[in-house]
Each structure stands twice: as C-alpha cells, then as structure tokens.
C-alpha cells in the first residue's frame, strides 16, 4: 500500500537551477495538489490537479510548474531555483468532493543556496 | 481574508487533561468539509477527524472530536486526556465546493506540547 510516493526527501539546489520534485499516487484520486511549508505560515496551496490534463493555480505559484498527463503523477517544477523557495514540500492526493480526506506524502525538504 | 483561522500559535496542556484547538473559517458556500491534521515532529501529515457542513452531529474519532458550531464558524479540535504522544502541530482545514475544484485550503497551525 504505497499511497502517495514523493521524491526526494532532500535537495540542496544552488540558486538558478531547476529540477522536478515527482509526486505518484496509486489510489486512483482525481485530486492532486502540491503545498510549500515554511514556519509560522502553514501549508500553503502551490499548485492543484483536479484531473489529468486540468491544472490551476493556488495561493503561491510563481516560480513553480505542474502538469498532470496521468491520473496518477502530478510533478512540480522549479524552473529557476531562488533561496526563497527554501522550504518544505507536500504532496497531497485525495477524492474530489468536499468530504475526501487529503493523502500526504512524505515531503521534501529543499533548500537553494 | 484568511479562509482559516486559527489563533493559537503554540498551547500547553497537562498529560491526561482535555485540550481544545481553535478553528474559526470563512466561506459563503452551503457545502464544505471541515478536517484537522497532526503533524509529528518527523513531519509527516496524520489525518484525524472530518466533519461536514451537513452534518448534525459533532464528528468523534476515539479522543478527538470536532466541535462544530456552524453559526459562528468554528471547528475546534477537542483532544480529551492528552498523551505525551499527541505533542505535535494540528492544522485545521477546509474544502469548499463552490467552485467544482474542492480546493484543500489549510490554517497557519498550532502547536501543542503535552507536559507530563
């Protein structure tokens, strides 16, 4: 029962550079989304997937990408490292609907220097 | 405006005693979820209780229940005889449906040490 399977767990990137934080979930949720962590402000909405080929924008998406071309990986792209996207990531999985409880997986701690 | 509120940036409470978590939300929407989430010291995301907007009872999972009051827009988590065990931080969160997209929206957290 694999869940939801994020990777890395770690990543120290310099500032500039870019790289795809992976997100793969097998229990078949239309809804995806990806959240930043940092102290005092929670997790905050970067991107969601409410199916494949439907993404939207969430709270902070500047500096980041998603795409969804399947129902089950739903990637995140830095596209040009900055140190303040130093923080905490989250991939989440769930039902649509408003009752469906929210899938985690294991986080990413990413740091840019 | 904050969609989720929740003013207790850090809480004590001692073992075997209740403690209840505030959760004020804003939506205009008549559908919508309600859920709080712990999140251990090694990071990772335990859901704990839902309610919805629907629903008449406050919702119960073990020691924790939901106190629901629709009217004034609270959630507050209710975590009865704490364990050394439920130091942690808690999120409340909302999913509204208004939109079709069922946005999860999540509040800055509390965090709660259990001293024994």
């Known amino acids: 029962n694999a869940g939801v399977t994020q990777t890395p767990k770690f990543q120290v990137l310099k500032t500039g550079q870019s790289m795809t934080l992976q997100c793969a979930q097998d229990?078949?949720?239309?809804?995806m989304s990806w959240y930043r962590q940092d102290p005092g402000m929670g997790l905050r909405l970067i991107h969601y997937s409410v199916g494949a080929g439907i993404t939207d924008q969430g709270e902070v998406p500047n500096g980041y990408n998603v795409s969804r071309s399947t129902t089950e990986d739903f990637p995140l792209r830095l596209l040009s490292a900055a140190p303040s996207q130093t923080s905490v990531y989250f991939c989440?999985?769930?039902?649509?609907?408003?009752?469906?409880?929210?899938?985690f997986g294991q986080g990413t701690r990413l740091t840019v220097v | 405006a904050q969609k989720i509120t929740q003013t207790q940036p850090g809480m004590f409470v001692q073992e075997k005693e209740a403690v209840t978590l505030d959760c004020t939300y804003d939506t205009s929407d008549q559908s919508y979820g309600l859920f709080w989430y712990k999140q251990p010291s090694s990071g990772e995301m335990i859901f704990l209780i839902y309610?919805?907007?629907?629903?008449?009872q406050n919702a119960t999972e073990g020691r924790y229940s939901l106190n629901f009051q629709k009217a004034r827009k609270s959630a507050n988590l209710v975590i009865s005889a704490s364990q050394l065990g439920d130091s942690a931080m808690y999120f409340c969160?909302?999913?509204?449906?208004?939109?079709?997209?069922?946005?999860?929206?999540f509040g800055t957290g509390t965090r709660l040490k259990v001293l024994a």
């Open positions: 989440a999985s769930s039902l649509t609907g408003t009752g469906g409880e929210a899938f």
């Open positions: 229990m078949n949720h239309e809804y």
């Open positions: 969160a909302m999913r509204e449906g208004v939109s079709g997209t069922y946005k999860y929206i």
């Open positions: 309610q919805g907007s629907y629903d008449e």
